[in-house]
T-cell receptor, first 116, second 113 residues
Framework: DQQVKQNSPSLSVQEGRISILNCDYTNSMFDYFLWYKKYPAEGPTFLISISSIKDKNEDGRFTVFLNKSAKHLSLHIVPSQPGDSAVYFCAANSVGYTGTASKLTFGTGTRLQVTL | DAGVIQSPRHEVTEMGQEVTLRCKPISGHDYLFWYRQTMMRGLELLIYFNNNVPIDDSGMPEDRFSAKMPNASFSTLKIQPSEPRDSAVYFC???????????FGPGTRLTVL
C-alpha cells in the first residue's frame, strides 16, 4: 500500500517557467512533509519541508504548498533552471503530540527535466 | 565531515553469492537507515537503527536479508544468497532524529546476474 504517491513519473518544463511537482498521501496521521532532490549517481538531498500547521513554506525559488483537506502537497520551482533537472521525492511522517517522529515514507519520485 | 560513506559503489555478482554492503554514518547521528531504490517502488525503507539497535525491520524483504550495526560508526547490509531481483540501488542514510532530515550516502548499485 503506497501511502505517499507521486503519480507523475516525469515532467518536462522550459527554462524560466514554473515547475509544479505533486504528491498525494493517504495516511491522515502524517503531519510533516519533506522534499528531496536526487541527481544521478548521488544520494537524495534534503530540499525543503513543511509542517501541517502551515499551508506554505518558501525558500528562495522553492515553495511547498500543503492542502490538508485534500491530502495533497506540491513543490513549485520558479523560475526553473537546467540545474534543477533531477528526480524529486516527496516524503512524509507523523510527529503528533508526543513529539516522537515516525519513520519517513517516501513516494516513487518524479523526474524533472528542465529544457533550454 | 565527509558525509555518509558507502562501499562499494558498484557491485556485480552472480546469483547465489553473498553480498555485503557497508555504511559509515555521519559522526554524532544516532539513527541509521537502509533503503532500496527501484523504479517500481521508489525508495523503500528496509530497516533502521537507533543507537545501534534495530528498531524496525519490517521492510526487509525476506530472510535472505540481514543488517547489523556493531558500533555507532559502521553498519552492514548482507544478502545471502543473492537473486537477480535484488538488483537495485541501496542507500544508507543517517539523521539526528527518526523523522527529521536524513543525510544519504551515494548508494551502492547492486547487479545480480
Amino acid at each position: 500500500d503506497q501511502q505517499v504517491k507521486q503519480n507523475s513519473p516525469s515532467l518536462s518544463v522550459q527554462e524560466g517557467r514554473i515547475s509544479i511537482l505533486n504528491c498525494d498521501y493517504t495516511n491522515s496521521m502524517f503531519d510533516y512533509f519533506l522534499w528531496y532532490k536526487k541527481y544521478p549517481a548521488e544520494g537524495p538531498t534534503f530540499l525543503i519541508s513543511i509542517s501541517s500547521i502551515k499551508d506554505k513554506n518558501e525558500d528562495g525559488r522553492f515553495t511547498v504548498f500543503l492542502n490538508k483537506s485534500a491530502k495533497h502537497l506540491s513543490l513549485h520551482i520558479v523560475p526553473s533552471q537546467p540545474g534543477d533537472s533531477a528526480v524529486y521525492f516527496c516524503a512524509a511522517n507523523s510527529v503528533g503530540y508526543t513529539g516522537t517522529a515516525s519513520k519517513l515514507t517516501f513516494g516513487t519520485g518524479t523526474r524533472l527535466q528542465v529544457t533550454l | 565531515d565527509a558525509g555518509v560513506i558507502q562501499s562499494p559503489r558498484h557491485e556485480v555478482t552472480e546469483m547465489g553469492q553473498e553480498v555485503t554492503l557497508r555504511c559509515k554514518p555521519i559522526s554524532g547521528h544516532d539513527y541509521l537507515f537502509w533503503y532500496r531504490q527501484t523504479m517500481m517502488r521508489g525508495l523503500e525503507l528496509l530497516i533502521y537503527f537507533n543507537n545501534n539497535v534495530p528498531i524496525d525491520d519490517s521492510g526487509m524483504p525476506e530472510d535472505r536479508f540481514s543488517a547489523k550495526m556493531p558500533n555507532a560508526s559502521f553498519s552492514t547490509l548482507k544478502i545471502q544468497p543473492s537473486e537477480p531481483r535484488d538488483s537495485a540501488v541501496y542507500f544508507c542514510a543517517s539523521s539526528l532524529g527518526v523523522g527529521t532530515e536524513q543525510f544519504f550516502g551515494p548508494g551502492t548499485r547492486l547487479t545480480v546476474l
